[in-house]
């Protein structure tokens, strides 16, 4: 969303340094199988084995975790129409997490305020960095038609549910209370997130109006937190289902990404899982979804869609399903962005057809669309 940077205090930079690096760290320990204190490639999940050489810098074909964390906390190349505002403290209480980055466009109409797109990071609720979406909302920046945001939450090993939507909330209530410093229109937002950002996209989404989820952070409580569209990318939306279909993690287990979200295993507490669960808020003025999924994702099943997909039809709320066959987790690239491109334009524009269920091969994903970045 943005690039106008402001110099931090020491002791700020040390703690949003030692944020990032404890994060890079917890995942650095998890992708360590042999505990060598060394990442081989073979180590790496198959998405992240394409930037082994890139982080190897010093060629010795070893990951260490130096350069695990130095790539991680490395910021995107912006494209020249794009300036950043980074690090805006959304609550006011000076955690790390607390933050959010703007994108905003270098050109833009004088006269007319912009729609946005906030970004929320994935990372199984316990790792990621609002960092991680900047290059994911960039494009859409550059052509002068959006601003970007990129928002932080606490984690899992500083707080539990719902702390994780209560600072979304409050990120959504500081973009609408400076609106007008930043030329946003604040009838305008739309969510997107990936894995667990796609759930907490979710649940911004089916629960504007729903007192308990709102919290009391930051100073803007007279600010509503609605937004206006959603997309969601393969996020979970019923933990007790998860373990119905193969998975690389036992979701049942006291250790798993949702039983530590919620405090403890999650079968054995199905009402904190039913509060945080977005099947449990859908009613017929929700926001827009468009819902992306791959039919062989190993850590969240296609059925988690579906069962939001159906929850959404039956209330009535406008719902495109784009199902990735043969796509696992981590879906992207330039044709998911045209589609993603596509619903924002309809919803905020006026523009083109609404969402509709739409069955894509994985292979088709992976090809560079006409106009890349669109």
């Not at 833009?108 to 305020?113: E, S």
């Not at 970004?119 to 601003?147: P, S």
């Not at 089916?206 to 308990?212: C, F, T």
């Not at 999650?266 to 009402?271: D, R, S």
Request: aromatic content about 6%; hydrophobic content about 35%.
């Amino acid at each position: 969303m943005k690039t106008v940077m402001r110099l931090a205090s020491p002791w700020l930079v040390l703690l949003l340094v030692a944020a990032a690096d404890s994060s890079a760290e917890t995942l650095f320990r998890q992708w360590d199988r042999n505990k060598d204190g060394r990442l081989a490639e073979s180590e790496l999940p198959a998405s992240a084995r394409k930037n082994f050489r890139r982080v190897d810098t010093n060629r010795d074909g070893f990951i260490s975790l130096q350069e695990h964390v130095r790539f991680l906390r490395r910021r995107p190349r912006l494209p020249k129409d794009v300036k950043a505002v980074t690090d805006r403290d959304y609550v006011g209480d000076n955690n790390p997490r607390h933050r959010l980055d703007i994108l905003l466009p270098s050109r833009r109409p004088a006269d007319r305020r912009l729609p946005v797109l906030v970004y929320i990071h994935g990372g199984g609720w316990q790792n990621g960095d609002k960092r991680d979406g900047l290059g994911r909302v960039a494009g859409f920046v550059a052509g002068g038609r959006y601003i970007g945001v990129t928002i932080g939450y606490r984690l899992t090993d500083e707080a539990q549910w719902p702390a994780q939507i209560h600072d979304c909330k409050a990120a959504i209530r500081w973009l609408k209370a400076n609106a007008a410093r930043y030329g946003i229109d604040p009838d305008r937002i739309a969510v997107y997130g990936h894995s667990a950002g796609g759930h907490l996209a979710a649940m911004l989404g089916v629960s504007g109006g729903v007192k308990e989820l709102e919290g009391s952070l930051g100073p803007h409580a007279k600010f509503d937190s609605r937004v206006a569209a959603v997309v969601d990318c393969f996020g979970p939306t019923d933990f007790l289902k998860m373990n119905d279909f193969p998975s690389r993690i036992d979701h049942d287990a006291a250790n798993s990404p949702e039983s530590k979200l919620v405090g403890g295993a999650i079968q054995e507490h199905p009402e904190r899982c039913r509060q945080a669960s977005p099947l449990a808020y859908v009613t017929s003025d929700d926001a827009p979804f468009l819902v992306v999924h791959g039919t062989r994702d190993q850590l969240v099943a296609y059925n988690q869609s579906e069962l939001l997909k159906e929850s959404l039809e039956r209330a009535k709320v406008p719902v495109g399903l784009l199902t990735v066959k043969n796509g696992g987790h981590g879906l992207g690239g330039p044709v998911l962005d045209a589609r993603v491109r596509a619903f924002l334009e309809h919803r905020f524009y006026r523009r083109g057809l609404a969402p509709k269920h739409e069955t894509l091969s994985s292979d088709v994903l992976k090809r560079r669309s006409r106009k890349p970045g669109s």
